[in-house]
């Protein structure tokens, strides 16, 4: 036994990550060897979890874990053999190692993971119990001599880890998974009646997880057999254990089908279901096999004692919500099922950079013995993460990037220089300065070298010819300036005469030039200020005689200059004028919108803007506390809104992102405050301008409409308004170019922009690599294959799928190009409200679904909860007692 356990162990790796004891170890449970992960990786700190929750530990690698507290990539490199297929596993158990309560503490937490190059998944521990266990699994094939498992620092929380393991596989297994797609494990599920919740080496001799699902109750039939399951002879794609496949769910015979509904993913999800017949001597058991209403396979019988696996080819399946197992006609038994595995697809589009170089460049660390140096995973690929100091050339999109620049000045370096440099063939630009390198120069014979700097060093030695000639053909920029070797050779490789003439001409220009452009600009400035006192000055005395008949207050130029501070504090600019932050005598924050004279005689919104603003009140609409009417001067006084506008906040920068409940709440009140315009206005009032700028967000990130110039009322008698070009590009309704009428459907139309502006974090129309309005660009996502590619990268996966995807079907029906196939803003409304307790039972149930100590009730549990349900011949309905939150039965009318 002893030696099948040392055959079948051959190539794992299993690596307890932070292990403080430098020995090996064997694992308790499997007998599998553990070893440190000092020579796995660099940098890092090594922790273990916090004394409270070691009692919780169900294995040894719980305890101790490595955290990256520094560098935004960190990376383990495990050996492999270039083209095998293996499975990778990562284990991530926070156990509070840092006193932080990081994962209760409310705040996201959560960083990410590349396989190589490439996005493999998000670890998120956002309000999980500090003892859950994160399992991920990724099946990849190596793509040199070794594979590298990357973390990803999202400034979400320090990434760490506390178990890495690698298993080869046959190459023949999982046939679909190749050097452009790896697949990553959603679910590995066993049905029947196991002993074990989770099965895996030995018994799985690849070191596979099965995770046990058994529900014995009515109607649910469990079926078991002690006969050796097989694989069909030839079929070795997946190598099922024998002890997986001699137990089966079915159902009660007078059932004709049962369906296994998983959790709702925007993503490309493969499917394999494995079945083998185990019940009795030539059963009649016939089904048809189904996701959603697609017919996968149709009249399938499950071999006696003999495994069958199911899957289309490797066929990726988009978000599949359920998969139903239908009884035929002419088949006695009801449906059963073995197993299953889900897979999510992991593209790995991005190329390494070109191995010769990758080593050239180790060479040079390892020469320098740079360990200062954030150097981790690959050097140029994914681009965000190259490394510091290179510069790596992209141009051929089908070709392994190429290092062409190399700048390590001032880095400390010592001895000799590194000969690795000469055989980096598309190396141009090579930056040794300012070091303290030793001995002669090497003859570094690369044509593609244009500039090689070694100023400021301790080089000695004459220069090789090769240099010397391509520097003396003007091919090579040679600079030695600050090195013993020039008191040997020429001033003109030595010398920065030239370089400081030519920095003294440009003083000699630039700084005339600059003293007089600063003269005229500052008479400019004092004319401007002059003149601005001036007018301000003057302004009282034109104040407007006759006042506008509304039921809000006037204020007078002088008064506006003390709410406004004398005008100090600027807020936002735009065609209008100016628009300051003021402070009533209440103490009330306030926004000014000042139209100044050279705006006053074009303005025709302002009017209508204070005619508008002073019927309508809702919380979802900009309150107007008054106006100043002056003949050099119009302004409005508005609620200061502190968190600006939502366009700022979705595109504004990375200091703050708001998260997927957030902008369904935003879209939420913009929605009610566009109702109440629409519906419980008379007459009805059209907008005409709605963008993600005239969104406005208090304190509390409330969404509030703002500016009705535009505006427009109009009586149910009239379907439409007539008028001249309204709205901003990319929101305007395109029915309006056809017949230049704008409707309450015109508000509709801007409001899906609107959202998917939410979504997505793009702005309505894309101009690069090519101009895109925005459903457009969707559409064209969406038709690539992946809904989870429109969502702004900021929300890291962070929302719930199912609402994502009612929500991008809600705002593809707000721009529909035919009014009349819009929703009302009612209907918009009605669904975005039953939207929001998806998302906040979704943060509940990764919360409580996560409680258990034991590994796999942890993460694979929680992502794969499986519902099944039976379709009876009878007309009653029924629910299992089950509590667990794995399952539920929902039995329907018989078909």
Request: hydrophobic fraction near 35%; charged fraction near 20%; glycine fraction near 6%.
């Amino acid at each position: 036994m002893k030696l099948i356990h040392i055959l079948h162990c051959i190539g794992f790796i299993s690596i307890d990550c932070g292990l403080r004891n430098s020995s090996s170890y064997n694992d308790s449970t499997t007998g599998l060897r553990f070893d440190p992960d000092g020579g796995f990786v660099e940098g890092g700190m090594r922790k273990q979890m916090s004394q409270e929750f070691m009692a919780n530990a169900t294995n040894e690698q719980q305890k101790t874990l490595r955290s990256f507290p520094d560098g935004s990539r960190n990376c383990y490199t495990l050996p492999s053999t270039i083209g095998k297929k293996y499975l990778l596993r990562a284990m991530f158990t926070y156990g509070n190692y840092d006193g932080l309560n990081k994962t209760l503490d409310g705040s996201l937490f959560l960083f990410g993971l590349h396989i190589g190059v490439n996005f493999w998944e998000a670890v998120n521990l956002t309000n999980l119990n500090p003892s859950a266990v994160i399992l991920k699994e990724v099946l990849t094939i190596a793509p040199s001599n070794s594979v590298s498992i990357c973390l990803i620092n999202f400034g979400l929380g320090i990434p760490f880890i506390s178990s890495l393991e690698l298993r080869p596989l046959e190459d023949t297994m999982y046939p679909f998974v190749n050097s452009s797609v790896s697949i990553s494990m959603e679910s590995r599920t066993s049905f029947g009646n196991v002993p074990d919740i989770v099965i895996r080496y030995p018994t799985d001799k690849y070191d596979r997880y099965w995770v046990t699902w058994t529900n014995k109750s009515y109607p649910w039939v469990i079926l078991d057999t002690t006969n050796k399951v097989e694989s069909l002879p030839g079929n070795n794609f997946f190598n099922v254990p024998s002890a997986v496949m001699q137990n089966a769910l079915s159902i009660e015979s007078n059932y004709s089908s049962f369906r296994i509904t998983v959790k709702p993913r925007p993503e490309l999800v493969l499917p394999i279901f494995h079945f083998a017949e185990i019940n009795g001597s030539n059963p009649n058991r016939r089904f048809d096999i189904y996701s959603a209403k697609e017919l996968l396979f149709s009249d399938f019988s499950p071999s006696r004692f003999q495994v069958d696996s199911m899957h289309q080819s490797g066929r990726f399946l988009y978000n599949p919500r359920a998969f139903r197992l239908n009884k035929t006609h002419n088949s006695t038994l009801p449906p059963l099922l073995n197993a299953a595995e889900m897979y999510l697809l992991v593209r790995m589009d991005n190329l390494t950079t070109d191995s010769d170089d990758v080593n050239y460049m180790k060479e040079v660390k390892n020469h320098y013995n740079l360990k200062q140096m954030n150097w981790n995973g690959d050097p140029c690929s994914p681009r965000e993460y190259s490394w510091e100091g290179l510069t790596c050339d992209y141009s051929k999109s089908n070709q392994n990037p190429r290092i062409v620049s190399v700048n390590l000045s001032a880095s400390g370096l010592k001895g000799g220089l590194a000969v690795s440099f000469m055989n980096m063939v598309s190396l141009e630009n090579l930056d040794l300065s300012h070091n303290k390198l030793t001995g002669a120069i090497p003859d570094y014979q690369l044509k593609s070298l244009k500039i090689l700097n070694l100023s400021n060093n301790q080089l000695v030695g004459p220069i090789p010819d090769s240099i010397l000639q391509r520097s003396q053909a003007g091919l090579l920029d040679l600079r030695l300036e600050g090195n013993p070797i020039c008191s040997k050779v020429k001033d003109t490789y030595c010398s920065n005469k030239k370089k400081n003439n030519l920095q003294t001409m440009l003083i000699a220009v630039t700084v005339p030039v600059i003293l007089v452009s600063l003269l005229i600009l500052m008479c400019i400035i004092w004319k401007l200020c002059w003149k601005e006192k001036s007018d301000h000055e003057d302004y009282a005395m034109y104040e407007e005689e006759t006042s506008l008949y509304v039921d809000i207050k006037r204020f007078t130029y002088v008064e506006l200059k003390l709410v406004t501070n004398d005008f100090q504090s600027v807020i936002g600019k735009g065609g209008f004028g100016i628009v300051y932050h003021g402070k009533l005598e209440n103490g009330d924050e306030v926004a000014v919108k000042v139209l100044m004279e050279t705006s006053i005689a074009e303005s025709i919104d302002f009017l209508p803007e204070v005619q508008t603003l002073s019927k309508v009140h809702h919380k979802n609409l900009v309150t107007l506390k008054g106006y100043c009417q002056n003949k050099k001067c119009l302004a409005l006084i508005y609620d200061f809104m502190s968190r600006g506008n939502l366009q700022q906040l979705i595109r504004g920068g990375d200091d703050y992102c708001l998260n997927w409940e957030q902008r369904l709440h935003i879209a939420l009140d913009a929605a009610q405050g566009l109702e109440y315009l629409h519906e419980s206005c008379t007459p009805s009032i059209v907008h005409r301008d709605i963008k993600t700028p005239n969104i406005l967000l208090d304190k509390n990130l409330v969404g509030i409409i703002s500016d009705f110039g535009l505006s427009r009322a109009f009586n149910d008698a009239h379907t439409h308004i007539s008028t001249v070009a309204a709205g901003t590009l990319g929101y305007l309704d395109p029915e309006y170019h056809a017949n230049f009428q704008l409707t309450v459907q015109t508000d509709v139309y801007s409001f899906g922009i609107v959202l998917l502006e939410i979504i997505t974090g793009q702005p309505p129309v894309l101009m690069e690599p090519q101009t895109f309005h925005l459903p457009n660009w969707v559409r064209h996502k969406i038709a690539m294959g992946n809904i989870h590619d429109i969502v702004d990268k900021r929300l890291l996966d962070q929302y719930d799928a199912s609402s994502l995807q009612s929500v991008v079907d809600l705002a593809m029906n707000c721009v529909e190009n035919a009014a009349i196939d819009r929703p009302t803003m009612t209907e918009v409304v009605s669904r975005l409200k039953e939207l929001l307790p998806v998302v906040s039972s979704e943060r509940l149930s990764v919360s409580a679904s996560t409680s258990s100590m034991n590994p796999m009730d942890a993460e694979i549990r929680r992502q794969f909860q499986l519902t099944i349900s039976g379709v009876s011949n009878e007309e009653y309905s029924f629910k299992s007692g089950y509590t667990g939150g794995m399952s539920e039965l929902i039995p329907l009318s018989g078909r």
